[in-house]
């Protein structure tokens, strides 16, 4: 997937639907000449509206249609009969859509959930019928309402991107080198109220249409002992069920002991981030044969599921992209 098809700002132009207009009938059949009036009201125009949608990851399909036009409501007709709405648009985005007015640059709502549905441009409401007119002195009231025009306005989405995986790993670990071999697209980072750590995003696509998001944090280690209120800020960005991927050298003297440094660093950065379920990647394995890893084995921490993997030498990436997408998907089952 090229770069430039992972979008996460449109602006678009949404056009609701006018409502129908209300009708100004009179009941007439053959045993009533003149009867009294039974105008329905007109339908509601259609609305716009943003639908969640977790197998789409780009605002790109968005972005094609410039102009969003929704449908007219219909006229309302004899026997009280309501005019049918208007078509709604529904448009699929990814969670973790904003919406916001492009003139005032207010927010509207955020798309969190899949299946989750709101407006952002609402239909006109559809006229009343003269029924609703009709008063003790005008038994037949010729008026009827019109309906509402639709909307015509300019919004702004953008896609706030939160990491289904985050990276735990020493300096030299070989993050940065993991994320760049995996990533089939870097989202901007504009949105972010990061101010200490600013995480490397990449979004990895998994099996044709899937994808999820490894953000690197560089830092989050280091940055263990320096304050408590680093660690909140950093969790409002990922995933609420994020998997922690943690990654140590092959090539350390004592895996063991080092797993045990980072989750101990990791504590002190957040504890919460010990509930998250967590898997270990032993790195650079192009440097060890079979034989050596077979070696490793018994030193490697109990507990936890380790794969060996090498970015360099495309070793295990499947593998690893598998567990993640397993474990990710396992987590948002349970959510539903
Ligand atoms: N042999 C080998 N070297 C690697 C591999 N991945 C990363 N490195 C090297 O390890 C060093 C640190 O990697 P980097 O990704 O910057 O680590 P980070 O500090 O965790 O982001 C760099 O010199 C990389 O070239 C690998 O799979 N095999
Ligand atoms: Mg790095």
Not at 208 to 228: M, Y
Not at 285 to 291: L, N, Y
Request: proline share 4%; with cysteine; hydrophobic share 35%.
């Amino acid at each position: 997937m090229a770069e430039q098809n992972f979008i996460d700002y449109v602006r678009i132009c949404c056009r609701s639907g006018a409502g129908g207009r209300g009708s100004a009938h009179f009941r007439r059949d053959k045993v009533t000449a003149k009867g009294g009036p039974d105008g329905g009201d007109g339908g509601r125009g259609g609305h716009i509206i943003l639908r969640g949608n977790r197998n789409v990851w780009t605002l790109l399909p968005v972005r094609y249609r410039k102009h969003v036009i929704a449908g007219k409501g219909e006229d309302g007709r004899e026997n009280n009969s309501t005019g049918a709405f208007g078509e709604d648009v529904i448009l699929d985005v990814p969670l973790g859509t904003i919406a916001k007015d492009d003139e005032t640059g207010e927010v509207h709502f955020e798309i969190t959930e899949h299946g989750e549905e709101k407006i952002i441009t609402k239909g006109g409401r559809g006229g009343r019928g003269n029924s609703h007119f009709k008063t003790s002195t005008n038994q037949s009231p010729r008026y009827s309402q019109p309906g509402e025009d639709g909307k015509e306005e300019w919004k702004i989405l953008e896609l706030k991107v939160l990491a289904d995986v985050g990276l735990v790993g020493f300096p030299n670990a070989g993050k940065s080198t993991l994320l760049s071999v995996v990533t089939a697209a870097k989202p901007k980072i504009a949105s972010y109220a990061f101010t200490t750590l600013t995480p490397n995003l990449g979004i990895v696509k998994y099996r044709g249409h899937q994808s999820f998001v490894i953000a690197d944090i560089p830092g989050i280690i280091e940055k263990a002992h320096e304050g408590k209120g680093i660690g909140h800020r950093f969790l409002r960005h990922i995933e609420r069920n994020a998997v922690l991927l943690f990654m140590i050298p092959c090539d350390t003297d004592n895996i063991k002991k080092e797993y045990d440094i980072l989750l101990n660093e990791l504590k002190m950065f957040n504890e919460e981030l010990l509930d998250k379920p967590r898997i270990l990647a032993i790195t650079k394995s192009d440097m060890v044969d079979e034989e050596l890893k077979e070696m490793l084995r018994p030193e490697l921490p109990k507990g936890i599921e380790t794969l060996f993997i090498s970015s360099v030498a495309q070793l295990g990436l499947t593998e690893l992209k598998d567990a993640l997408w397993r474990i990710i998907n396992t987590n948002r089952e349970e959510e539903e």
